[in-house]
């Protein structure tokens, strides 16, 4: 993810999370970290390409032109050998296409490059499509964040997942 990406990531943001949705401070924030030596956080997003809304200009090869829409995002913190997946969306018409799973398991192999024995996460008690996926990935609860998600006041289940090498992690594909 980059500074240019934050327009559409947040109209997703408000889309899929109305009452929760991060500010866009939150996102700049998070991206100061995610840049050099130092880097802390990755942030990737997920496009499809689709026509392009503005007329449509032959290329050299023969077609149309085409322009990405972000179709999920994810983020993940690293800090002291423990990631946290701080935040992971989908937009709607990609329910179902396997691409949470693709991020999540981008996600992990950062967790991977940084070097964590674990990674975290919260999710809303009531988001069980997600907590599902998490669980696929083996994630387990471990406990709960009473009120997390405001204004709502609605609890985050918080799961863990201790490392694992590539081959003990689930395939995605057809998913």
């Known amino acids: 993810m980059r500074w240019w990406d934050l327009g559409p990531v947040l109209e997703l943001e408000r889309d899929l999370f109305p009452e929760d949705a991060w500010s866009p401070g939150m996102f700049w924030s998070e991206l100061a970290h995610a840049r050099g030596p130092l880097a802390t ?8 390409q689709v026509p392009s809304r503005w007329g449509s200009p032959r290329t050299e ?22 990631g ?15 691409l949470g799973a693709r991020l999540l ?22 988001n069980t499509r997600a ?5 696929r990935f083996g ?7 009473r009120g997390y998600y405001q204004p709502g006041n609605v609890d985050a289940l918080v799961m863990r997942r201790p490392s694992q090498t590539s081959s003990e992690a689930p395939s995605v594909q057809g998913t």
């Open 61 to 82: 090869s023969g077609g149309g032109a085409v322009e990405g829409r972000i179709v999920g995002y994810g983020g993940l913190a690293a800090i002291d050998g423990t």
């Open 139 to 145: 994630f387990e609860p471990i406990g709960f964040r």
């Open 84 to 98: 946290d997946v701080q935040t992971i969306a989908t937009a709607r018409d990609q329910w179902g296409s396997g």
């Open 41 to 48: 956080r990755r942030y990737l997003v997920a496009e499809v």
């Open 131 to 135: 907590q599902r996926l998490y669980e």
């Open 105 to 126: 398991s981008a996600l992990l192999a950062t967790a991977t490059d940084f070097e964590c024995h674990e990674v975290l996460l919260e999710v809303r008690v009531d």
